[in-house]
């Protein structure tokens, strides 16, 4: 709340002043409507995350690991960030990693598991039946939006054919994962301060959350 004298707060999003009716949030409502809109891309089967999956092709039991389909061999860039958005600790962790933050505020029900794709659905529709109440009590809902922009962002990308900085989720033997761009002239892990060059960075296994 804030009384006449001072200045009306700002959106924690885009710079706009909050509006009178927009009293009490932190977020304006058509920051609203994008993190909506945003939210929706993901979920269903013709949403972007499935998009991404029917371009991962299994690959033979015993073999060696999943192939992209219309990519010559396995470990293209192309198939590395498509794995490294749809597994387990993608796009997935991102949102429930989200759900779980919101639920702590009284604002999301946490899922009942199942495949991938069901999860997806599962946390974008809580996220998004308890967006509103989010805007006037979740303070933090800048970084929410940042993420789920720049996931929706690079699927949509990858699905476009688009040329982009390729981003992967690579994990250290310490356990720490750092996101990574394919032309990364290499990192320092944040934990246990191990550098890494240009091409160790990208031997490093994905990042990708074991299931309990
Ligand atoms: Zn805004
Ligand atoms: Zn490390």
Request: aromatic fraction near 4%; proline fraction near 6%; glycine fraction near 10%.
């Amino acid at each position: 709340m804030f009384d006449d004298d001072a200045p009306s707060p700002r959106c924690v999003i885009c710079p706009r002043q909050l509006l009178h009716h927009e009293t009490g949030r932190y977020i304006c409502i058509p920051c609203e409507h994008r993190i909506d809109a945003d939210l929706r891309k993901f979920a269903g089967p013709a949403g972007l995350y499935a998009r991404l999956c029917l371009r991962i092709q299994p690959g033979r039991r015993g073999g060696d690991g999943p192939a992209v389909s219309g990519t010559p061999g396995r470990g293209t860039p192309a198939n590395l960030e498509i794995l490294s958005l749809t597994a387990n600790g993608g796009i997935v962790s991102m949102l429930e990693t989200w759900v779980e933050d919101w639920a702590t505020y009284g604002l999301a029900v946490h899922g009942t598991g199942g495949r991938l794709q069901h999860r997806v659905d599962q946390a974008v529709d809580t996220l998004r039946r308890n967006l509103t109440r989010a805007a006037s009590r979740h303070p933090a809902l800048d970084e929410c939006a940042r993420e789920i922009f720049q996931a929706a962002r690079q699927a949509e990308a990858i699905i476009s054919g688009e040329r982009s900085p390729r981003r992967v989720a690579v994990q250290c033997p310490c356990g720490t994962a750092t996101t990574v761009t394919l032309d990364t002239d290499g990192f320092e892990c944040r934990s246990c301060e191990r550098e890494y060059g240009h091409g160790e960075a990208l031997k490093l296994p994905l990042a990708e959350r074991r299931a309990a």
